[in-house]
Nanobody, 124 residues
């Protein structure tokens, strides 16, 4: 059984940065895709970024390209999301996810394994 625990959320002013971490326990297959999705109040869940465990190919939603970076530290079983140049519209609960494959960011919120989330609030 895979468990995911997020940390690193908080409040920041627009233009600032945050780094989210996701501690992974359990076995992650090389074919898996790890990533982040978010949900803002009153909005649908949105896949933000993902990385293929084997090979490290990354995927981003257009709204965060050039600002967010997803990465993994396999030795420490940790997934990261570096968020720079944050905007008020990035305010949301951010969730870590592990999917059995890279099926697309829009399906990340339905991944087999999901964490409990960490809140990110950006004030303008």
């Amino acid at each position: 059984q895979v468990q995911l625990v997020e940390s690193g959320g908080g409040s920041v002013q627009a233009g600032g940065s945050l780094r989210l971490s996701c501690a992974v326990s359990g076995y992650i297959y090389a074919t898996y895709c790890m990533g982040w999705f978010r949900q803002a109040p009153g909005k649908e869940r949105e896949g933000v970024a993902a990385i293929a465990v084997d090979g490290g190919r990354t995927f981003y939603v257009d709204s965060v390209k050039g600002r967010f970076t997803v990465s993994q530290d396999k030795a420490k079983n940790t997934l990261f999301l570096q968020m720079n140049s944050l905007k008020a519209e990035d305010t949301a609960m951010y969730y870590c996810a592990a999917s059995t494959g890279c099926y697309g960011l829009n399906l990340l919120s339905r991944a087999k394994y999901r964490g409990q989330g960490t809140q990110v609030t950006v004030s303008s």
